[in-house]
């Protein structure tokens, strides 16, 4: 697609308030592709201002229609769904079939099931003598991270405006393309103006003044757990609505009873996907001790075959981030058995998958969050130190168990403090609430739950 030199604010693109340039690189090549505006406070006041004039008229307009649109926005989600594909590509570095399937497929799923939502929802009941209504919060500030580009926006944009919300999104100066195609996407839709509003630009400028102003009733953000403390804390001072969906160090628990190959082979996949970009990745493998020898090299196996299968970190901080973590890892006692620190190419953000062993629950690189391909195998001697382990993070977003029977895993992920565990290599679930315990976030995303984060309730008593 071609970049746009404006801002998408009252159904237009619009002129930004100051020259500011941000370049957009070719993660892969680490060449420049592309220049968007670096938006400023002013570009932010306009678009708020916009989300405020339409909101009246979105929040009355009925759910059904609400629906209707949110399904036309996905239908030409569906029919771009190529372009959006390539535009990941050339900016997040995902290889194209990874951004097909999941960077375009998930996000049109995850619309569809908000057109549904929309008609579908209970936004009035009757309980006793009172008639109790699900009112849109208002005006939202969205803000997205890279990561996950066009699911982000779609998992903020979709339930809130069949919640009847107005949108101001700002989304990460990494991938503003795909942004603005989605932009061009409510466009094309047919999604009064106002209603969705974008604005490209720098997290501390244009994201700041979007959390802080006061014509916004509610946040949403999704991003590191330190910035999330920023805005949760700005939000609280206003008293203002806040959503936030954060870090993880998300636990994979084979339990004894378990196929040790299929776990651990799909624990190795998932992190391995979005070259270990992903928040609610399994980075922690706990394995019995009696199978451990086993695991590590089933896992050093398999790790190997995505050498040239995994794309690009998104930035040069990423890279150097990830690299300094594995060179901490090796520093702290850890055991490197694939990959490790060194660039396996010349050219681009690239990281060896890496898998270390011998890593115990104390060490950095098995209680912070890397954001990379690296995967830390630990040992533990039975279940109550398994799930000691499990538990033993700040964090708390998802995880998995693995065991000989459903219900034997159910009844440990049970005992886990997290948001969402895979059951045996339980499917992706777009109705599913998502979301993390502890220092992971605050709210839900996807499905009723995350509809719910953009309602406010009012009660009638007769």
Same mark, same amino acid.
């Given at each position: 697609?071609?970049?746009?030199?404006?801002?998408?604010?009252?159904?237009?693109?619009?002129?930004?308030?100051?020259?500011?340039?941000?370049?957009?690189?070719?993660?892969?090549?680490?060449?420049?592709?592309?220049?968007?505006?670096?938006?400023?406070?002013?570009?932010?006041?306009?678009?708020?201002?916009?989300?405020?004039?339409?909101?009246?008229?979105?929040?009355?307009?009925?759910?059904?229609?609400?629906?209707?649109?949110?399904?036309?926005?996905?239908?030409?989600?569906?029919?771009?769904?190529?372009?959006?594909?390539?535009?990941?590509?050339?900016?997040?570095?995902?290889?194209?079939?990874?951004?097909?399937?999941?960077?375009?497929?998930?996000?049109?799923?995850?619309?569809?099931?908000?057109?549904?939502?929309?008609?579908?929802?209970?936004?009035?009941?009757?309980?006793?003598?009172?008639?109790?209504?699900?009112?849109?919060?208002?005006?939202?500030?969205?803000?997205?991270?890279?990561?996950?580009?066009?699911?982000?926006?779609?998992?903020?944009?979709?339930?809130?405006?069949?919640?009847?919300?107005?949108?101001?999104?700002?989304?990460?100066?990494?991938?503003?393309?795909?942004?603005?195609?989605?932009?061009?996407?409510?466009?094309?839709?047919?999604?009064?103006?106002?209603?969705?509003?974008?604005?490209? %630009?720098?997290?501390? &400028? +244009? /994201?700041?003044?979007? #959390?802080?102003?006061?014509?916004?009733?509610? !946040? =949403?953000? *999704?991003?590191?757990?330190?910035?999330?403390?920023?805005?949760?804390?700005?939000?609280?001072?206003?008293?203002?609505?806040?959503?936030?969906?954060?870090?993880?160090?998300?636990?994979?628990?084979?339990?004894?009873?378990?196929?040790?190959?299929?776990?651990?082979?799909?624990?190795?996949?998932?992190?391995?996907?979005?070259?270990?970009?992903?928040?609610?990745?399994?980075?922690?493998?706990?394995?019995?001790?009696?199978?451990?020898?086993?695991?590590?090299?089933?896992?050093?196996?398999?790790?190997?075959?995505?050498?040239?299968?995994?794309?690009?970190?998104?930035?040069?901080?990423?890279?150097?981030?990830?690299?300094?973590?594995?060179?901490?890892?090796?520093?702290? %006692?850890?055991?490197? &058995? +694939? /990959?490790?620190?060194? #660039?396996?190419?010349?050219?681009?953000?690239? !990281? =060896?998958? *890496?898998?270390?062993?011998?890593?115990?629950?104390?060490?950095?690189?098995?209680?912070?969050?890397?954001?990379?391909?690296?995967?830390?195998?630990?040992?533990?001697?039975?279940?109550?130190?398994?799930?000691?382990?499990?538990?033993?993070?700040?964090?708390?977003?998802?995880?998995?168990?693995?065991?000989?029977?459903?219900?034997?895993?159910?009844?440990?992920?049970?005992?886990?403090?997290?948001?969402?565990?895979?059951?045996?290599?339980?499917?992706?679930?777009?109705?599913?609430?998502?979301?993390?315990?502890?220092?992971?976030?605050?709210?839900?995303?996807?499905?009723?739950?995350?509809?719910?984060?953009?309602?406010?309730?009012?009660?009638?008593?007769?």
């Amino acid at each position: 697609m071609k970049a746009h030199d404006g801002m998408y604010i009252g159904g237009e693109w619009r002129a930004a308030a100051g020259t500011d340039l941000i370049a957009v690189v070719d993660p892969a090549d680490e060449q420049v592709i592309a220049h968007v505006p670096a938006g400023a406070a002013e570009d932010v006041d306009a678009a708020v201002s916009a989300a405020r004039e339409a909101l009246p008229g979105w929040a009355a307009t009925p759910p059904a229609e609400r629906a209707a649109k949110i399904a036309a926005l996905r239908d030409v989600l569906v029919a771009r769904k190529d372009e959006i594909a390539e535009t990941v590509t050339a900016e997040l570095g995902a290889p194209l079939p990874f951004s097909q399937a999941v960077h375009a497929g998930v996000p049109i799923l995850v619309a569809g099931s908000y057109a549904e939502l929309a008609a579908s929802y209970a936004f009035e009941e009757r309980v006793g003598n009172s008639t109790v209504y699900a009112e849109p919060v208002g005006v939202v500030g969205a803000i997205t991270p890279w990561n996950y580009p066009l699911h982000q926006i779609v998992a903020k944009v979709a339930p809130a405006l069949a919640a009847g919300c107005t949108v101001v999104l700002k989304p990460a100066e990494d991938t503003p393309l795909t942004a603005q195609l989605f932009a061009e996407a409510v466009h094309e839709a047919g999604i009064p103006a106002g209603v969705f509003n974008l604005v490209t %630009g720098l997290g501390p &400028v +244009a /994201g700041q003044a979007l #959390a802080e102003h006061g014509g916004v009733d509610l !946040v =949403s953000f *999704t991003g590191s757990t330190a910035v999330g403390k920023q805005i949760g804390a700005t939000a609280g001072a206003a008293v203002k609505r806040v959503a936030l969906e954060l870090g993880g160090k998300s636990a994979n628990v084979i339990l004894p009873s378990a196929d040790l190959a299929k776990a651990v082979g799909v624990g190795i996949a998932n992190v391995m996907g979005n070259s270990g970009q992903t928040c609610s990745a399994w980075t922690r493998m706990l394995v019995h001790t009696s199978q451990y020898d086993e695991a590590v090299a089933l896992a050093a196996e398999a790790a190997a075959k995505y050498g040239d299968r995994i794309g690009p970190l998104v930035n040069a901080k990423q890279h150097a981030r990830v690299r300094g973590y594995i060179e901490k890892g090796v520093a702290e %006692g850890a055991r490197l &058995v +694939a /990959g490790g620190p060194d #660039a396996p190419r010349e050219q681009g953000y690239f !990281v =060896s998958p *890496t898998v270390f062993a011998d890593v115990t629950p104390e060490m950095t690189i098995a209680q912070e969050e890397i954001f990379g391909p690296v995967v830390s195998i630990i040992r533990y001697e039975d279940e109550d130190d398994a799930l000691r382990i499990a538990n033993g993070t700040v964090y708390g977003l998802a995880g998995a168990v693995w065991a000989g029977d459903d219900a034997e895993a159910a009844a440990f992920a049970r005992r886990m403090d997290t948001g969402q565990v895979d059951i045996n290599g339980g499917r992706f679930n777009p109705l599913a609430p998502f979301g993390g315990y502890k220092q992971s976030g605050v709210g839900r995303e996807l499905g009723s739950h995350g509809l719910a984060e953009y309602l406010q309730t009012k009660s009638l008593q007769f």
